[in-house]
Nanobody, 115 residues
Framework: QVQLVESGGGLVQTGGALRLSCAAS????????MGWHRQAPGKQRELVAA???????NYADSVKGRFTISRDNAKNTVYLQMNSAKPEDTAVYYCNVATIQRAYWGQGIQVTVSS
């Protein structure tokens, strides 16, 4: 019954911006940390950004100063604002939501940055 719906991906030019959204719905309770991971072709999945229910954030060094993670607890939604996009940001981005019982993952959404 739980589903994570990701949106906002697509094609953007180098230096441009995108805003990813991930909304959790269904029988999900006790949401704690939320975050985004990404996986580029031939690469391992890596953490991009995470945010606690209290608003503390953590970013990969490669995106610090360019990306901003935020959340709306009333809407069970986490966002990733991607500014100053680079070709190396091209990847499938996966939303993840941690609850008291387990973690949930989105299907993944493609982000492509043209050079």
């Amino acid at each position: 019954q739980v589903q994570l719906v990701e949106s906002g991906g697509g094609l953007v030019q180098t230096g441009g911006a995108l805003r990813l959204s991930c909304a959790a719905s269904g029988s999900i309770f006790g949401i704690r940390d939320m975050g985004w991971h990404r996986q580029a072709p031939g690469k391992q999945r890596e953490l991009v950004a995470a945010i606690t229910r209290g608003g503390d954030t953590n970013y990969a060094d490669s995106v610090k100063g360019r990306f901003t993670i935020s959340r709306d607890n009333a809407k069970n939604t986490v966002y990733l604002q991607m500014n100053s996009a680079k070709p190396e940001d091209t990847a499938v981005y996966y939303c993840n939501v941690a609850t008291i019982q387990r973690a949930y993952w989105g299907q993944g959404i493609q982000v492509t940055v043209s050079s």
